[in-house]
């Protein structure tokens, strides 16, 4: 079974306004952590956000907050007041226990269109 | 923050020859790394684990002696392609996990065997 699904291979949004990028996880360890990436043309990965499974409060940093529903085992990416600049592939992650392997979907492309 | 830098960012090489690339850590030691590989609009393969000290452990289907990884520091891992042909022509990204959640990403090196 897949660790992290993105069911969305592209997503539109248009300039200023909200969007959410869908991430499901699967993992029977109780201790995890979750990350999402961007990834823009360059190639370079971008970390944007942390949850981890014991946090009981939504990650948030600056325009971006994680969406984390733990019964759902969902971790959404919703970036607010969208920019040019965040058009990209956005990538989530897992990390399980104390491991150092990252599990990574297959990413969103995001375009922002003006 | 860490950084981790990659280097070449690009190289173009013949067929038949070997690239080495780089991987720093440039304000953290790093008794662990990884090494990706990703193809156009395609998700990040974990290709292999270095570890400091010790052999490397691939993903299956990896072949060992094609991708030869050494980790001879705690800041430094090189992956070498050996005898490169067009079909290793990809996007080649290392990441490294300093203390705390997430892992830090190289640059990545867009490698191209004509």
């Known amino acids: 079974a897949q660790k992290i699904t993105q069911t969305q291979p592209g997503m539109f949004v248009q300039e200023k306004e909200a969007v959410t990028l869908d991430c499901t996880y699967d993992t029977s360890d109780p201790s995890y952590g979750l990350f999402w990436y961007k990834q823009p043309s360059s190639g370079e990965m971008i970390f944007l956000i942390y949850q981890g499974s014991y946090d009981q409060q939504n990650a948030t940093e600056g325009r971006y907050s994680l969406n984390f529903q733990k019964a759902r085992k969902s971790a959404n990416l919703v970036i607010s007041a969208s920019q040019l600049g965040d058009s990209a592939m956005y990538f989530c992650?897992?990390?399980?226990?104390?491991?150092?392997?990252?599990?990574f979907g297959t990413g969103t492309s995001l375009t922002v269109i003006p | 923050g860490a950084v981790v830098s990659q280097h070449p960012s690009r190289v173009i090489c013949k067929s038949g020859t070997s690239v080495k690339i780089e991987c720093r850590s440039l304000?953290?030691?790093?008794?662990?790394m990884f090494w990706y590989r990703q193809f156009p609009k395609q998700s990040l393969m974990l290709m292999a684990t270095?570890?400091?000290?010790?052999?490397?452990?691939?993903e299956q289907g990896v072949e060992k002696d094609k991708f030869l990884i050494n980790h001879a520091s705690l800041t430094l891992s090189t992956l070498t392609v050996t005898s490169a042909h067009p079909e290793d022509s990809s996007f080649y990204i290392c990441s490294a996990r300093a203390r705390g959640h997430q892992a830090f990403f190289g640059q990545g090196t867009r490698l191209t065997v004509v």
């Open positions: 304000d953290f030691q790093a008794t662990t």
């Open positions: 270095s570890n400091e000290g010790s052999k490397a452990t691939y």
């Open positions: 992650a897992m990390r399980e226990g104390a491991g150092n392997q990252f599990y």
